[in-house]
């Protein structure tokens, strides 16, 4: 799936790759497993997702149980869950 500029993705439990940059990633979405590219502002809302993305800037994660894993420098977090992992590998 391309990012045109900014994505917003609704399902429940999909598993997808989004390619090409992002100014906005927006995952509301529960059980899902996305793998994305650079993205400037990525927002995780629900529960239970894993998302690995490239460079991200400024990351929002609201939900419990959600994994983010990034390459590069570390984000901008703002974390109003609980039992969220978000680290860089």
Known sequence: MKCDGGLTLL????????????EALIL??????IV???VRTLKVIGDGNLVFV??????????????VIWT???PRITDVGSTNVLKAE
């Open 11 to 22: 399902d429940n439990a999909m598993s997808t790759q989004v390619e090409g940059w992002c």
């Open 28 to 33: 509301n979405t529960t059980g899902s497993q």
């Open 36 to 38: 994305a590219d650079d």
């Open 54 to 67: 490239g460079s991200v800037e400024t990351l929002v994660v609201n939900g419990e149980g959600n994994v």
């Open 72 to 74: 590069g420098d570390t």
